[in-house]
């Protein structure tokens, strides 16, 4: 039998939906798959691996358990156009959860997940320029706006990082109560996951001199530690860039526009509005 996931976390990136996998996947009765972002109905060639494939990532879990994962590729429109598509055609109505914050916070931590993986190599205020999806990224309406329509708004849980942060018992029994599970735990032993102020700039050719294990054995046996804290922390963005005046200026009319839509879109979410104080209510 095919198994398909009774939830997934859609999005956004950058948004805390690696904390919030780490924390249900910490659960008695919930299963998150590994690796946490398979991006199967994203990427094609992972689709091409088949449904089978896909099938598989949920077969260690036990049979009773709410099986999920947490893909961000799945709303980054217009750059994975068929999501929606091939997640229809598996006949699944997954429960669908999504996570947004101050879109400004989240452009920042984009252009910084972007730097380190080498994909940006400009400065903030031209990356805003040249990189169109760090601003598309950031209007959550319009990236979940087709999941809306097709699935309802009904099957959709929106959820902010702020919140997240302030009330993070009370978000989690948020969504227990969206998956049907009750007495979920937030887990303080568990710390935030993939924060950005601890990422480090990619090397060339990182995966052949760096990442694989026999370079990891020989630098270790080879670089005193203290010469690799200094190299690991030149490596790393030492002060968290920010938005001009300017910038904010002309982003700001964008994204108010869009939170006009979100809230049309899922009204009666006043701690939506958490996510953006440049918003007059």
């Not at 452009?107 to 190599?121: A, F, L, M, P, R």
Request: proline share 8%; with cysteine; charged share 20%.
């Amino acid at each position: 039998m095919t198994a398909l996931p009774d939830y997934i976390i859609v999005g956004a990136m950058k948004c805390g939906t690696s904390t919030l996998a780490a924390q249900l996947g910490a659960q008695d009765g919930i299963f998150m798959t590994t690796p946490k972002e398979p991006n199967f109905f994203s990427n094609d060639d992972i689709y091409a691996q088949g449904l089978e494939w896909y099938s598989d990532l949920f077969a260690p879990a036990h049979p009773d358990d709410l099986c999920g994962e947490a893909s961000t590729h799945y709303t980054k429109h217009p750059d994975y156009p068929d999501v929606i598509p091939r997640l229809q055609a598996t006949g699944a109505r997954p429960k669908l959860i999504y996570m947004i914050r101050n879109p400004f916070s989240r452009v920042v931590s984009h252009y910084i997940h972007e730097w380190t993986e080498g994909v940006i190599n400009t400065d903030l205020p031209e990356a805003l320029h040249s990189h169109s999806a760090l601003i598309s990224y950031s209007c959550y309406a319009s990236q979940i706006a087709p999941w809306v329509a097709t699935f309802g708004a009904e099957n959709i849980l929106i959820l902010s990082l702020e919140d997240m942060q302030a009330n993070p018992q009370d978000v989690l029994n948020r969504t227990g109560a969206f998956l049907g599970k009750t007495d979920l735990v937030w887990q303080e032993k568990l710390s935030r996951v993939n924060v950005s102020a601890e990422r480090i700039r990619k090397f060339p050719l990182q995966e052949t001199l760096i990442s694989n294990p026999l370079a990891t054995r020989l630098r270790r046996a080879l670089i005193p530690q203290k010469l690799r804290d200094m190299i690991r922390r030149r490596r790393q963005m030492r002060e968290r860039p920010t938005l001009s005046a300017t910038d904010k200026h002309w982003l700001e009319p964008q994204f108010a526009a869009d939170y006009a839509k979100l809230k049309a879109l899922f009204p009666d979410r006043p701690d939506l509005d958490m996510s953006y104080p440049f918003v007059t209510p």
